[in-house]
């Protein structure tokens, strides 16, 4: 009776200061729908609503201490509800096999892989023998070799012959599901062509959305007609968000000093553009006393600062990002039109709420995570100092203060989430924050406005001039940072419970109110302890059954020097020990014969062959229990047998020893669960699956697999 007692009592507490909570039991709803292992049926759905409906009845009815409980259940079946909606709204047809043919589509998007190769984004999408209800509504191509400069304007129709293929699913199992990441993007395939892209149909106006990406990419070349290199590319970016001009070099030396956050249209750009229109606006109608003292100048400032975040965001593409960032403006530029502080605890919440509705996939993202958590330590520490005296400082320290705690608590804040998604961390991120984004806001962003101002009387070169000076500095701090030994430190990827456990430990410290806060500390601590015991699978195989890594104590030891790039470099990011691909395959942990590796886990003997020729000069399976192919085996081999065609099934997969000797076998595609972006016959139990060395191997896998 006393532990009721003192919960009713500490959510008494809590009125007044609940606002914080909604996004947070919002999201929750959505996290539990992305973390099932099964699509929910709309019967499913429907009775999660109506648990949502009878918690908000009853929420009326019962003690008000008792309300929160209820609001907050109601809040994440809502949650639940919205995810599953946003899922169902954006299906659209995905490619099923691999495709090589004729692609011909509209130029949406314009961007730059990975390997730093120009990709497009086409919708209006035509491919050889496709019916129209199962043609991809987009596909992306990374345009590789020497191929002809071609003037490639966005909404031209272009056509090329080329690979497609399904989004791939995770590198590992448990790790970043691009095929999730795709289905909501509107990404139905996904490839690259190595001939000619030809113009099928000149630009045409088409939609807003056309028109809107024609003019972010006129304004990011003119940008880099005046501004060349490097820095008319970093410009370009931060003005229309068109990054197609940006190297792999500079994209490196940003993110190993912490200032890629720079980069992206975000919160910070949002923020330091109506910061300034809202300033400048403000000063000038101040300026006229016949003005200034007959309106209402904060207000009008306010409007056209919403107003320069609209076109901005417009400007920016729209993504989810931008339009992240300017709900959060719009939010506290509302609260002052209508005469609320806008930096509050409850402008942050609102915010996130919105976005959570109409993005609940943005979760799972970095961007969510990364913004949210700098903005609300931000709004706390801020909240905090407003309490202490600080007239007892000299003026001229104030500022200076302001910029080095913003710094440092944005940076502890996101820090966790950034080592998490990245696998490192920046050592001297703080110095080249504190360097670098001071300058961002003092005279990059008004040179960006200004310049914005001065273009139709053709004398944009002013502003972007200016900018030019800054950027410069900036890339001058990141390469200079970047390259100072141990700027970067490695660390391996978190289990699942992690970053909840992290988050919702600072959540408690930060939203609730009382000595009860102190509860966040171990809670954020044991996320941190999960971490630490970390352990990375012994053995790795792609699902193309061409790659297999193998964990050593030196790192991971690859079985091929090329090939499979993308999914060599992950595994080894994933590890913590992120090196050149070439690197991990000098490593001892695996005996190589031409194409043919030979590894143990164990007692169990682990063979994997790389084409036809050495499968066909293979006796049986060489003395292995398990062999792994990426060719397709025709008839019975006396093992364990892991063929292309039975790994397209399982996707990647991460093998371990089990206490008792037992082979435990880990599988992307049934962790994943059945899923919309995930078609799989049936469900099946993610737990792993167990060889004993006396069963059988050859109808094991299959009896598990759909």
Same mark, same amino acid.
């Given at each position: 009776m006393r532990l009721v007692t003192h919960t009713r009592d500490a959510l008494l507490?809590?009125?007044?200061?609940? *606002?914080?909570?909604?996004?947070?039991?919002?999201? *929750?709803?959505v996290g539990v729908y992305f973390m099932l292992r099964f699509e929910p049926s709309w019967i499913f759905i429907a009775n999660v609503a109506v648990v949502a409906l009878v918690c908000t009845v009853g929420a009326r009815l019962v003690h008000v201490a008792c309300t929160p409980i209820l609001l907050a259940l109601a809040l994440s079946c809502t949650g639940m509800v919205i995810a599953k909606y946003r899922t169902e709204? $954006?299906?659209?047809?995905?490619?099923? #096999?691999?495709?090589?043919?004729?692609?011909?589509?509209?130029?949406v998007g314009m961007d730059r892989s990975g390997s730093d190769a120009l990709r497009l984004t086409l919708d209006r999408v035509r491919l050889e023998r496709f019916a129209p209800e199962r043609m991809p509504g987009k596909v992306r191509i990374s345009l590789h070799g020497d191929l002809p400069?071609?003037?490639?304007?966005? =909404?031209?129709?272009?056509?090329?012959? =080329?690979?497609?293929?399904?989004?791939?699913? /995770?590198?590992?199992? =448990?790790?970043f599901d691009f095929q999730r990441h795709a289905w909501f993007a509107g990404l139905g395939a996904v490839g690259y062509t190595r001939n000619p892209v030809l113009r099928a149909a000149p630009a045409q106006h088409g939609d807003w959305a056309a028109r809107v990406f024609q003019a972010r990419m006129a304004v990011s070349r003119g940008v880099q007609a005046r501004l060349t290199g490097e820095t008319g590319a970093f410009a370009a970016a931060i003005m229309s968000g068109d990054r197609s001009g940006m190297s792999q070099e500079t994209l490196a030396h940003l993110r190993a000093s912490n200032l890629a956050h720079l980069l992206a249209i975000?919160?910070?750009?949002? +923020?330091?553009?109506?910061?300034?229109? #809202?300033?400048?606006l403000r000063s000038s109608l101040m300026l006229i006393p016949a003005i200034g003292l007959r309106v209402p100048a904060k207000k009008i400032a306010a409007v056209g600062a919403l107003i320069a975040a609209a076109g901005y965001l417009a400007l920016s593409g729209g993504n989810v990002a931008t339009?992240?960032?300017?709900?959060?403006?719009? $939010?506290?530029?509302?609260?002052?039109?209508?005469?609320r502080p806008a930096l509050t605890m409850r402008a942050v919440a609102i915010a996130a709420v919105i976005v959570l509705v109409l993005h609940p996939e943005a979760l799972t993202g970095l961007g969510f995570q990364m913004s949210f958590a700098a903005t609300t330590a931000l709004v706390a520490v801020f909240g905090a100092m407003r309490r202490l005296d600080q007239q007892r400082l000299p003026r001229w320290s104030r500022g200076i203060l302001s910029v080095v705690v913003s710094s440092l608590v944005a940076g502890l804040a996101t820090a966790p989430i950034a080592a998490a998604h990245f696998n490192q961390i920046a050592h001297y991120g703080l110095i080249a924050n504190l360097l670098s984004v001071p300058l961002m806001g003092a005279l990059v962003m008004p040179a960006a406005v200004v310049a914005a101002c001065l273009a139709p009387f053709g004398m944009a070169w002013v502003g972007l001039m200016v900018m030019g000076w800054g950027l410069r500095w900036i890339l001058w701090v990141a390469q200079t940072v970047a390259g100072r030994e141990g700027a970067l430190g490695h660390v391996v990827t978190p289990g699942g419970w992690v970053l909840p456990l992290i988050i919702g430990g600072a959540l408690v410290v930060i939203l609730w109110q009382g000595r009860a806060r102190a509860v966040g500390i171990p809670i954020a601590v044991a996320g941190f302890a999960l971490w630490g015991m970390t352990d990375r699978p012994a053995v790795l195989i792609a699902d193309s059954g061409g790659l297999m890594g193998v964990m050593t104590e030196a790192g991971r030891s690859l079985s091929r020097a090329r090939g499979d790039g993308f999914v060599a470099g992950v595994w080894l990011e994933n590890d913590g020990g992120p090196v050149a691909q070439d690197v991990a395959a000098d490593r001892q +942990?695996?005996?190589?014969?031409?194409?043919?590796?030979?590894?143990?886990?164990?007692?169990?003997g682990i063979l994997q062959v790389s084409g036809k020729t050495a499968l066909a000069d293979l006796q049986g399976?060489?003395?292995?229990?398990?062999?792994?192919?990426?060719?397709?085996?025709?008839?019975?081999? /006396?093992?364990?047998?892991l063929d292309v065609q039975m790994l397209r099934k399982t996707g990647s997969l991460a093998l371990d020893m089990g206490i008792d000797g037992s082979l435990q076998m880990r599988m992307a595609r049934i962790e994943t669960g059945r899923r919309p972006w995930n078609p799989i016959s049936e469900d099946r139990a993610v737990s792993p699956l167990r060889i004993a060395p006396t069963q059988d191997l050859s109808d094991k896998i299959a009896n598990y697999l759909p």
């Open positions: 507490a809590q009125r007044g200061h609940l *606002i914080g909570w909604v996004p947070v039991c919002l999201g *929750i709803g709204s $954006v299906s659209a047809p995905v490619l099923s #096999f691999r495709y090589y043919g004729p692609i011909e589509g509209r130029i400069a071609v003037a490639l304007m966005p =909404g031209q129709q272009v056509m090329t012959t =080329g690979h497609l293929s399904p989004p791939s699913g /995770p590198a590992e199992p =448990g790790g975000s919160g910070l750009h949002m +923020g330091l553009l109506t910061a300034f229109v #809202f300033a400048a339009e992240r960032a300017f709900i959060m403006v719009s $939010v506290m530029l509302v609260a002052i039109l209508l005469g +942990g695996m005996t190589r014969q031409g194409r043919v590796f030979r590894a143990s886990l164990g007692d169990w399976c060489g003395g292995a229990d398990v062999l792994i192919s990426n060719q397709v085996v025709e008839g019975q081999r /006396p093992c364990l047998l």
